[in-house]
């Protein structure tokens, strides 16, 4: 993963003439943005002394502590959009003043504590796949902020395939724990669109949610216990069973406490066998809330498939247009709704779901377009980012944003945000490409992801924040989540008062003083609100949130579970 | 249900003439013993003054405010064995110096107000049927205590048959909640063994179980958000949709708090439509491992039971031998372990499961008995607590205990749980009957629960103490939770500790100081260490918990959610 990208540089290939074509005409695209070497780049002065330096040394270990531009950089900044054009400007980029990689529990709690008595803020660093400002490294009052990175905790350890458990460390990337795993025949089937880069500690931190989540659930429902060292000492929140009456759930508090709590290095979690059967089919419906109704039914019911997910018109045709096509008139583009099901397990298994999972889509009005939508889908998925690396190079603004609703609420909210983006978002004239699909579903109700495909103009950073601050303030006032599985971050946080309410952020603020009473793990981030966010920008429903110019930013936190 | 009864007078029935032979010769019962009348038992006299009481009569209206003996007594005390035995010794029995029965949030907010400044501690009461200790009526260092009594809390509002979601009153029993939602064709679906009288509070502060939770999960999987009101508030923990990445779970809180961070008023859940379909069977295995593995064979591959249960070797005989038999010589007693499965939902939905749980339980060595005993079962789930009554009449101890582990430490931890509870409880040479039962199951392991009788003996309460913190501390060290769905109370206080780590326990009771400052709510109990508790008695592994004798206890929690 490059420090300016999603991908690397390699994988973010030059568009099309066909679709630069189309940006042109249709969404008014027209200066590229060039991309900066990291020689070029400018970071921050570091603030640490020699003697500072000496003192992580002695506790990790000299060659896990640096301060190059090449450590500093990567971990300056997440994913977001607003990440990504920070490079391409021309100005200082606040960056960690060092990396420190401790190789285990003692090693981090030793780190914490030096950084309690010296006064200085720790961002945790697992994957670096935050698109919510989860990575800012904002140093609160602290003299200085240090990037703790996990990449050493990288075991997969006391694996129980009887019940389908076990433990890997924090730093373990999607694929890397995968291959570990797949070594006992098993699997944790946790696949967001952040797979390829972000880890398992991140995952835990923001309760991140992967596109087979209809069949294993979100992230945070396959986490059994975590390993959380806190300036106070060690914890083992989770619980001594699969289930337990023993008062609170205190795992609950460490799942999406995106760093504020501790730092999460090991998690225990529910893995399951490599399936047997891997089953497909797609589905048409003519309008969206045809294809959201039958989703709604299918999960209710109880049908069981592993992947259950549905683009709206748009997305849809954007989807099933070949990419030379794109831009051009083409007289049989597809019109209704893109349905995509699987379905993993033993094969009586697969077959059972699949069997009244079609029943009940095609009783409902959606027309079979067999596998071949669901296999390129799945062979595509974790592509749309890195385009989003290409799209950036040729001029556009390219960014996504997520919440979840009541099933009953699902009309009324896609319409809202839709409604804000498009207005927020129109340029010079031409609108932006506004795209949405539903990937999680439960019983009581399903999530909203939206893409956004415009012109980046002149102010790129000040258009985006813009429309965010549009459509999240859409989210809060129509009964949706401020983030579904991206976390908090700095992005969200003036509408974590509006989502929790102010005694909830006190809870939260009581539990903080308790585990970390020096307030070093990732100030101004989730719930701190006297801290700055970037996105409400003193916009936010919040309390006074202040503004906050990029280049003024100093410390951040654990990469978010981006999504799909 | 009467105050020294699980069920009412008509329902606890003289045992048969060979049923009591059996407790006779086989586990040495000897002696009966007598129930009080009301007016013979003698309560701790009321600490409140006349003023106090017209203060509270001022908050909550006259007729809502009791001293009575009517009143305090039922809310003296739970349903454990404990609490029962209470009941039948010559002794003064602490009681509540009040019953308060506030009829809304703001009526609840200034009666917790009045009581932080009157230093006067409060008890939660929603259906009484705890059975850890949870209505313990202490008051701490507090001058009195009261019961408050969330009766008027009865209504079923806020229905979303689309999202399948509906907010209860916390007051509603089980039957009562299950009427008001089958006027909209939905049901909850949760069925312990206290349904018929515990509340809907009562289900999410202890974080209850029913019988069918393979189908529609825990109770607190179907929260989705609570109404709590706190000495510092009210508060509304819970998620602004079907999931979330803002943050921790704070509801999560609150879920098995057991009143000691506030009084949830009321609950809204998911609910589910009236099933179309009921399909039984039951299923018998030649050993107990056998039926372990196929349940975790049906849990794992999803084949998605509604309900999913074993019985091991000794609870299958006494279950499928007719209650006249029970004692005798029979040639052709079941020597096999009972496993009995159900199905709801749609026709199609409950016949796919039902065939394909059936051909794995069949293939992994289930002999089917057809649907038989497992309607017999469901006819007679809620009877056992009945019986005990009759039981406890004849001079016999009765009582169960519960836990959960993973798949693999299945067989250790029954082994040594039955072992410590043999050992502790032979009497006179006689061995207690000790049967064991899987009632829940999940991905990773399942829930154990055992149930005891044997001979009160002369010291019936010392005896069950003793039993119960062999069998604890056998929990504990054999990786087992202290409880699966009863709860805490004072009697699992001992083993918080180890449960759940000392910095924990900091953690929760840093969230109490936010919330309840003065301490009011439910003192001595859950996790707090400094107070008595029952069964500990000096014995448990945590931090110093005092000697605790029966007839000094003074205030208590919300009934739990008594199992199966």
Request: proline content about 6%; glycine content about 10%.
């Amino acid at each position: 993963m490059e420090f300016n990208l999603w991908g690397t540089p390699d994988e973010a290939k030059d568009l099309s003439a066909s679709v630069k074509k189309m940006l042109h005409k249709m969404l008014g695209v027209t200066e590229p943005s060039p991309r900066r070497e990291l020689s070029e780049v400018r970071l921050s002065p570091v603030q640490l002394s020699d003697a500072d330096l000496a003192e992580l040394q002695g506790i990790v270990g000299a060659e896990y502590v640096s301060t190059q531009q090449e450590q500093r950089a990567p971990r300056a900044r997440g994913k977001s959009y607003l990440d990504l054009v920070d490079w391409r400007l021309d100005q200082v980029i606040a960056a960690p003043d060092a990396v420190v990689a401790p190789g285990s529990e003692e090693e981090v709690l030793a780190v914490l504590q030096w950084c309690s008595q010296q006064s200085v803020a720790v961002v945790p660093f697992g994957g670096g796949t935050s698109v919510v400002g989860g990575l800012s490294p904002l140093a609160g009052d602290h003299r200085a902020v240090i990037s703790v990175d996990l990449a050493r905790f990288d075991q997969c350890e006391d694996v129980d395939a009887e019940s389908g458990l076990a433990t890997l460390g924090a730093g373990l990337s999607g694929p890397h724990a995968e291959m570990l795993l797949a070594q006992h025949g098993l699997q944790i089937g946790h696949f967001p669109q952040s797979f390829p880069y972000a880890s398992i500690g991140g995952f835990a931190a923001t309760r991140s949610s992967g596109q087979n989540s209809a069949g294993y659930g979100r992230f945070d429902e396959m986490v059994r216990e975590l390993t959380v060292v806190t300036p106070k000492g060690i914890l083992h929140p989770g619980q001594a069973s699969p289930a337990t009456a023993a008062g609170p759930q205190l795992k609950q508090l460490f799942l999406g406490s995106e760093g504020l709590f501790g730092i999460i290095t090991r998690v225990r979690l529910r893995v399951h066998p490599i399936p047997e059967t891997k089953l497909y089919e797609a589905f048409s419906f003519p309008t969206f809330a045809d294809g959201v109704r039958a989703l709604r039914t299918v999960e209710q019911t109880g049908a069981g498939p592993t992947v259950l997910r549905l683009s709206d018109e748009i997305e849809s045709s954007v989807n099933l247009t070949s990419t030379d096509k794109i831009g051009e008139q083409d007289e049989s583009a597809h019109t209704g709704c893109l349905a995509i099901t699987l379905f993993e397990g033993t094969t009586q298994h697969a077959q059972s779901r699949h069997q009244e999972t079609r029943a009940l889509m095609q009783r409902l009005g959606g027309e079979s377009l067999g596998e071949g939508p669901a296999r390129k889908w799945e062979e595509g998925r974790f592509g749309a980012p890195v385009l989003r690396d290409s799209l950036m190079d040729a001029g556009a603004l390219c960014e996504t944003l997520e919440t979840a609703t009541d099933w009953s609420n699902v009309p009324r909210l896609k319409k809202a945000v839709g409604e804000a983006l498009a207005k927020a978002l129109v340029h010079d004239g031409t609108p932006a490409l506004i795209m949405c699909h539903v990937s999680h579903v439960y019983a009581e109700g399903c999530s909203l992801y939206f893409t956004i495909v415009g012109a980046a103009g002149p102010q790129p950073q000040a258009r985006w924040r813009a429309a965010k601050q549009a459509a999240t303030q859409a989210i809060a006032d129509n009964g949706g989540t401020v983030t579904h599985h991206h976390a908090v971050g700095t992005d969200h946080l003036p509408w974590m008062d509006a989502e929790i309410g102010a005694l909830g952020i006190e809870i939260l603020r009581a539990v903080k003083r308790e585990v970390d009473p020096e307030g070093i793990l990732n100030p101004g981030k989730t719930f701190d609100l006297s801290a700055q966010s970037r996105v409400g920008a003193g916009n936010g429903p919040a309390a006074t949130p202040a503004a906050s110019g990029a280049s003024t930013l100093s410390p951040a936190i654990d990469e978010g579970g981006e999504g799909q």
